[in-house]
Structures are given as C-alpha cells and as structure tokens.
C-alpha cells in the first residue's frame, strides 16, 4: 500500500501538475513505469506489415570484369566477344567498331536506364581517343560524369567505382593488341 502511494505521488509530481488517475492502483499499472508498451489484437488492425524484397542476394556485389583480351571480354564468368555495355543489370553487346561510332544514339542506353548511372567509364581501345564533345555535352546534361580512358584502365576503374558501390556503367571496346599474359613452355 505504501508503495502505491509512492508511486502516485511521484507520478502526480513528475508530470508537473497533470494528475494520471485518481483512484490509487499498483504501482506498475501506469504505462509510464512498464519496460515496454504491448499492442493489445484490437490495436495490431491499425498497423499494416511492412514487408522487404531482396532484389539482389549476394552482399556488396555488382558486375565485375575479370579480364580482357583483343576479342572481348570476361564478365562475372560470362564470355563477351566484341565490344560491350556494362550496366548495373545487364550486359550488352554496343554496336560500335571504334570511338569514332561512339555518337549520341549510341549512348543513349546509359542515360535512359533507372535508378540513373552516376558515371559512365568509356574504354576506346588501346589509346586514350578523343569522343565527340557533342557526347559528353548531352551525357553532362544528363548528370551523368565521363571518364574516357583506354580500356585496360578503363576495366580497372570500372571495378574500383562498382566494388564502391556506386552507380557506374561502361562502354568497353578492345583492344586490338592482346594485353593478355602468354605462357611460355618450356
């Protein structure tokens, strides 16, 4: 009894005047001195569930080029002979033969796809070419960064930005001399 009354009294003063019950009950039938408020069946009707989709199982993740070679290129284990878009969903056969047919229309796929690329990673084959400044305007009014560079770099940066975890494309043309690693038997 006398801990009922404590109670009260130290709830009528906590609460700076507002008085909470006027009857004397247990001490831990406030919902100020319980640990944790429970929903009652009537009070879960008011709530919805929230649910999750995991649209991408694996952890950290994204497409990684393994290596390349004067024909094409080897994607996450996938064999891509020629040049190829590397998007965040998907990889693609580019329909270009050299950084001269990098145009417009075929760059327009990097800037249609969403959620939007951040940065788009352009490999021109063995040499740094120059692209087309109308391109890299429209891919600037776009929000879309550039960085052109030959396609060995431009394979490494790809797979810096994406192990990242940012939103990066590429466009990869090869190289028409072979960077691969030739063993020699003895």
């Known amino acids: 009894m006398v801990s009922a009354v404590c109670a009260r009294f130290l709830l009528q003063r906590s609460t700076h005047g507002f008085l909470l ?5 247990p001490a831990l039938s406030s919902p100020f001195l319980s640990r944790a408020h429970r ?12 649910t999750v989709s995991i649209m ?5 993740g994204g497409v990684m080029i393994q290596s390349y070679s004067s024909q094409g290129f080897n994607i996450d284990g996938n064999r891509v002979l ?3 878009a590397v998007l965040p969903p998907a990889i693609l056969q580019w ?18 796809l969403e959620p939007r690329i951040e940065i788009i990673v352009l490999g021109t084959g063995a040499r740094v ?53 030739d063993l020699i038997k003895e």
């Open 56 to 60: 991408k199982k694996e952890p950290g």
């Open 82 to 84: 020629g040049p190829c």
């Open 21 to 25: 019950s006027s009857r004397a009950g």
């Open 129 to 181: 070419e120059r692209i087309n400044p109308s391109v890299l305007a429209l891919l600037k009014r776009k929000g879309i960064a550039v960085e052109v560079q030959d396609t060995p770099n431009a394979c490494a940066t790809f797979n810096f930005l994406t192990s990242e975890g940012r939103m990066a494309a590429a466009g990869l043309i090869p190289s028409p001399v072979s960077t691969e690693l």
């Open 39 to 50: 929903l009652g069946p009537s009070d879960d009707e008011m709530y919805q569930r929230t």
């Open 95 to 112: 329909n270009v033969g050299s950084h001269k047919d990098i145009t417009e229309e075929s760059v327009s796929l990097f800037h249609m």
